[in-house]
């Protein structure tokens, strides 16, 4: 089975789920499409799978750590569990070493997965998740949203139109 990946990361926010800003409520949760298909398949396939998220709302005091755990659980009901959670609460302003698209999550949800970066991708779906897979050695996959910037389509190494694509472009 060594053709397949290690590891399989997921951006949260525009990937796995709708994108709704700073969202504290899991009733909010919706899964983008594909999402419950592709990490079962990934796991069918004994491949781990990870999150790591950016979630500046806790920083600029818009939400608590408490309501983005619950929104996750959440996404843990939907999707089942996955193998790591990386999540970074600060503000951007804050300098800290692990907002995306700083390498840190990622490299330490390898880590938490024992994958090996060079056998392992992110999906998601702007070019901060992009930088921050390169910066760490891991193959990014950009699915753009409607609200992806079209330069950043352009300038990642590789694209898939929705998360069966890009699934289907690793196993
Ligand atoms: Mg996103
Ligand atoms: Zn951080």
């Known amino acids: 089975m060594d053709h397949y990946p290690d590891a399989v990361l997921f ?6 789920i709708s994108d709704v800003p700073y969202n504290g409520d899991p009733g909010e949760v919706r899964l983008m499409p594909g ?4 990490v079962r398949l990934l796991r069918a396939h004994g491949v781990r799978t990870g999150v790591v998220t950016n979630q500046s709302g806790i920083g600029r005091g818009l939400l608590t750590r408490a309501q983005v755990d619950a929104v996750n659980a959440r996404v843990e009901v939907l999707l089942g569990r996955f193998g790591t959670w990386q999540v970074c609460p600060h503000h951007p302003d804050d300098g800290c070493p692990c907002r995306k698209p700083s390498p840190t999550m990622v ?3 390898c880590e938490e997965l024992n994958a090996r970066p060079e056998r392992t991708y992110f999906i998601g779906d702007i070019e901060a998740d992009v930088k921050a897979a390169l910066a760490a050695g891991v193959t990014p996959i950009l699915v753009p949203t409607p609200v992806t910037l079209p330069d950043e389509v352009d ?3 590789h694209t898939a139109p929705d998360l069966r694509a890009a699934v289907a472009m690793v196993l």
Do not use: I, M
């Open 11 to 16: 951006d949260r926010d525009g990937t796995l």
């Open 35 to 38: 999402a419950r298909e592709v």
């Open 107 to 109: 490299l330490n949800a």
């Open 155 to 157: 300038r990642a190494p």
